[in-house]
């Protein structure tokens, strides 16, 4: 059984700073790509930041210059450090692994169960 725990959440008040961890555990034979998405309350959920395997990363716009997605292989973790908090990234985070629990299975995607971040103004 794979399992994406996700810790770091909470409050946070605007121009704070929080730090997101997620670790992949269980069956896994390899990691590819990791990330976050998250969702607000009555909008769908969006994708935030992306990281390959080679730790090239990718952002939605709304966060380039304040969020950092970062990733240990050999812990097959990811994390968001998240800086300059505004309201808006108020939402439910959710990690997710692109990985293959087998040497010659197929790659699946698995995500998180959440954790919520507020940022008050």
């Known amino acids: 059984q794979v399992r994406l725990v996700e810790s770091g959440g909470g409050l946070a008040q605007a121009g704070g700073s929080l730090r997101l961890s997620c670790a992949a555990s269980?069956?896994?034979?390899?990691?590819?790509?990791m990330g976050w998405y998250r969702q607000a309350p009555g909008k769908q959920r969006e994708l935030v930041a992306t990281?390959?395997?080679?730790?090239?990363?990718n952002y939605v716009d709304s966060v380039k210059g304040r969020f950092t997605i970062s990733r240990d292989n050999a812990k097959n973790t990811v994390y968001l450090q998240m800086n300059s908090l505004k309201p808006e990234d108020t939402a439910v985070y959710y990690c997710?692994?692109?990985?293959?629990?087998?040497?010659?299975?197929?790659?699946?995607?698995?995500w998180g169960q959440g954790t919520q971040v507020t940022v008050s103004s």
């Open positions: 269980g069956s896994i034979f390899s990691v590819d790509a």
């Open positions: 997710y692994a692109r990985l293959r629990t087998q040497r010659w299975g197929r790659l699946y995607d698995y």
């Open positions: 990281i390959g395997t080679g730790g090239s990363p």
